[in-house]
Structure formats: C-alpha cells, structure tokens
C-alpha cells in the first residue's frame, strides 16, 4: 500500500540549512515531489524528482533520493523567513493512475 | 494566465446540511482533481476527472459525495447530508493531459467546517 510520512514540525534559524525529510513505502513511485503551502494559499510545486535519480538541485533546493531505503529529503539552503510555510512530499506511483499521495506535511518555522 | 481558482473560500455549515463546492481549472486543462486534507492530516485524492470523465473515483469517501464535471470545464463537489468528519480543507487542482511529467496545479482551497 501507499503510505508517506514526514516530521510535523521544523525550526531553523535565518540564515541556516533547513533539512525535511520524507519517507514513502511504494517502491513502484515513479515520481517524487515537493510542494509548498503558505497560509491562506494552495499549494505550490517546489521540485521534482525523478526515481532513476539520486539528486536534483535548483538554486537553494537540493533534493536527494534514496531509493534503497525509501527517503525523500529536501534542503533549503541559506533559509529566509519567507520559507516558513508547510512543505508536503507527495509520491505518485506507477499503477496508481494519476493520483498524488502526500505526507502530513511539515511546518517549517524560521526565526529570527 | 489564471491559476486554478476554488469558491467559496470559506463554507460553515450545520451537521445535515448541503454543500457545494466550486472548481474552475486553468483553461486547457483536461485533467481535474479533488483532494481534501482533514485537520492535521494529510492530504487524500478524492477524483480525477479527464474532461467530463470520471477516470479514478477510488478515493471517495462514500455516497454522500457527489462530483461532477458537465462540459469538462469547472467542477462541482456535493456534500450532502454533511457530517462532522467532513470538516478540512477541500483542494483542487488540475494539469494537461500530455505534460511530461506531469505537473498538478493546485488551488487555493475551500475551508469546509461542519458544526
């Protein structure tokens, strides 16, 4: 069966690297993705992973995939304050038709 | 070019009551579909439709839940009876049939809660 999880909660500070992490259980995703809440908004595709890859890098997002184990991450470098939102991983398998399963999701707060 | 766009925003509503809710996806999007996320919960695919075409209705909860997409433009999302449990965030989205890979775009939700 499908099944995602992620941490809920995040604090770094400004400045910082912001590490999420994820974890799928279905080994036939053939896509990997990360998309950003903000309060009051939809959601927004950060990125993207293919599952032939291990790393995928877009200006302060780096993504790394670990098939083996079934772990997704996320890093943010040089994290801002206009980060903090709630970032969900979502899966989408082969099979699965086109449907997306996400996380719970994470609140990443940055302070000050 | 307009995003996906959801009405109302907000809904509060009594226990029995109907609801409706409202999705008009970006224009040329063939695919549509419903999520909805429970308070604290994660995120659950509700349906995809292609064009008018219920194409995955798997993730509807029950009978109460009536979707319909007349014309393959906007869709509609019926609740009624609502119960308690459907309380949480109801989102839409939608994509092009042929993007490579393919890229939902979301709305901005509706706020349901069920007293």
């Known amino acids: 069966g499908e099944d995602v999880e992620q941490s809920l909660f995040l604090s770094v500070r400004e400045g910082d690297s912001s590490v999420i992490n994820c974890t799928y259980t279905?080994?036939?995703?053939?896509?990997l993705y990360w998309y950003k809440q903000e309060p009051g908004a939809g959601l927004q595709l950060l990125t993207y992973i293919f599952s032939n890859m291990d790393m995928k890098q877009d200006q302060r997002l780096t993504v790394l995939l670990n098939k083996k184990d079934k772990h997704l991450s996320l890093r943010i470098a040089d994290t801002q304050t206009g980060d903090s939102a709630i970032y969900f991983c979502?899966?989408?398998?082969?099979?699965?038709?086109?449907?997306?399963?996400f996380g719970t999701g994470t609140q990443l707060k940055v302070e000050l | 070019e307009a995003g996906v766009t959801q009405f109302p925003s907000h809904s509060v509503i009594e226990k029995g009551q109907t609801v409706t809710l409202r999705c008009d996806p970006i224009?040329?999007?063939?695919?549509l579909y419903w999520y909805r996320r429970v308070m604290g919960k994660e995120i659950k695919f509700l349906l995809h439709f292609v064009k008018e075409s219920k194409q995955d209705e798997s993730g509807m909860p029950n009978n109460r839940f009536l979707a319909e997409r007349t014309g393959g433009t906007y869709s509609t999302l019926k609740v009624q009876p609502a119960e308690l449990e459907d309380s949480g965030v109801y989102f839409c989205?939608?994509?092009?049939?042929?993007?490579?890979?393919?890229?939902?775009?979301f709305g901005p939700g509706t706020r349901l809660l069920v007293l």
């Open positions: 989205a939608s994509s092009q049939q042929w993007d490579y890979p393919e890229t939902q775009y």
């Open positions: 224009s040329g999007h063939d695919n």
């Open positions: 979502a899966e989408r398998a082969t099979g699965g038709g086109n449907k997306l399963t």
């Open positions: 279905d080994s036939s995703s053939t896509y």
